[in-house]
C-alpha cells in the first residue's frame, strides 16, 4: 500500500532532461532491494553521488525541496526496463505526480498500480510547468474532481474511472485492489474449489 492520496499542495522538481529510463531512476546494481522502505536511497543514486561518495547537488538533494511531490521531466520518462522498483523509489521519496509530454508504456502501468500518478501533457506544456515549477510555483491536485491547478488557473484534467481514483484515495496497491473488489468471489471460488476436489486441499 502506498499513502492515501486525494489532494496536494507541493512545489515541483524539474528534470528537463528527455528519455530519463528506469535504469536512471533505479540503477541495475540495486534490484537485489526488495523491501519497498528505503528505495529513495537508490533513487536517481548516479545523478546524486558521485564514485567518491560526495553529492553532486541534484534537485533531489535540497533541503528545500524535500517535502516535493511534483516531478516535471522531459518526454520518454521511464523509458528502458519493465523494473517496477523505478516507480517504488519515486513514491518513497514522496514523488506522487510525474507530469511529462510522454511515458514508457510499463512503467506508467507500473506508476497506476502503485500509486503514482501520470499526467502526459503536450511538450510545450510542460516545458512551461517546468520553468514555473523553477520559479516556485505551487501545484495543487484535486483527485476527486481530477483537476491540477497552480492557484486559480487551471492547468489539466485528469482521465482517471471511479476505481482508479478510489485505490489512490484508499491507498490500494494492485492486490489491495483485487482483495476489495473480488474478496467474495474469491472465497466463492475457494469453497467450491475445496468441495470438488478436497484431496488438493486436505494433505491431513
Known sequence: MSAPLTRL????????ETNIDTDVIFPARFLLKID????????FRDWRIGMDGASLGHAFDDPALRE?????AGAGFGCGSSREQAVW?????????VIVPDFG????????RNGLLCLPLPAAQSADLGARAEAGAVFTLDLPARRLSIGAEQIATLDLGEAE????AEGWDEID???????AEIRLFEARHRSSQPWLVDLS
Not at 499542495?9 to 528537463?16: E, K, N, V, Y
Not at 508504456?105 to 497506476?112: K, R, T
Open 177 to 183: 485492489v483485487i482483495l476489495n473488489r473480488d474478496l
Open 36 to 43: 519497498r522502505e528505503g528505495m529513495d536511497d537508490c533513487l
Open 105 to 112: 508504456d510499463i512503467f506508467a502501468g507500473n506508476a497506476l
Open 89 to 97: 523509489a519515486l513514491v518513497d521519496w514522496g514523488i506522487r505526480l
Open 68 to 72: 516535493v511531490q511534483v516531478l516535471i
Open 165 to 168: 481514483v478510489q485505490a489512490f
Open 9 to 16: 499542495d507541493s512545489r515541483a522538481i524539474h528534470l528537463p
